[in-house]
């Protein structure tokens, strides 16, 4: 009696189990295909981040042949560094300026010669398509026009020249010293003489009353 009543409870325990297990697996699906469409959309807002970063930075790419905001070649390729597991088609980068207002400059890579104020706009694309077709997860593509994107703008740095204002610039201000300095508006003692040679012992008659 006691041994049967231990095969009902184990055939009840079979029982549950089975029917719970695929709402456990259509829960743990659907957790991993979130996952993953979060870091695709992770990825590629940080390519576009990094890529309107290097596109704006001043000066020359690394190679020391073009500004940054013209490489296009660069610019792609700080983004694809992030793209660990190929979340995007590097085609699928877009790269533009405008002028801070909107107004569009170029819709290609490179541009004419910008001034500033002028930025960078740097969009990136991505697929994302479920896995497991019963998880209720949109498929988002570039061909179905829903693709997921991420856009970034940034103003493009220049040199500027700095300058200071205000204050007092010290220097030597004598105009008879070797280091007399024009720009000066406040002496610092620093000024310098070529040595005057001669007699400085004042019981004579030939003694240099200036002697440095």
Do not use: W
């Amino acid at each position: 009696m006691k041994r049967s009543m231990n095969n009902k409870s184990n055939a009840q325990t079979m029982v549950e189990f089975a029917l719970v297990l695929p709402i456990l697996l259509v829960l743990v699906l659907g957790l991993l295909e979130v996952g993953r469409m979060a870091f695709i959309y992770m990825t590629i807002a940080t390519a576009s981040r990094e890529a309107v970063r290097y596109g704006s930075a001043t000066g020359l790419n690394d190679a020391g042949v073009t500004t940054r905001y013209k490489d296009c070649a660069g610019i792609k390729a700080a983004a694809q560094k992030v793209n660990f597991l190929g979340a995007f088609d590097p085609a699928l980068i877009s790269i533009s300026y405008d002028d801070g207002n909107g107004n569009i400059i170029s819709n290609s890579c490179p541009p004419p010669n910008l001034s500033a104020g002028d930025r960078i706009h740097v969009l990136v694309s991505g697929d994302f398509t479920p896995i497991i077709e019963f998880v209720p997860l949109m498929k988002r593509t570039v061909s179905l026009g829903n693709p997921i994107t991420s856009s970034n703008y940034h103003t493009i740095l220049g040199n500027v020249a700095i300058r200071q204002t205000g204050g007092s610039d010290e220097g030597c201000t004598d105009e008879n010293a070797n280091n007399y300095d024009p720009t000066a508006t406040e002496d610092d003692g620093s000024c310098t003489y070529d040595p005057i040679y001669g007699c400085t012992d004042p019981s004579y008659d030939n003694i240099i009353q200036m002697q440095l």
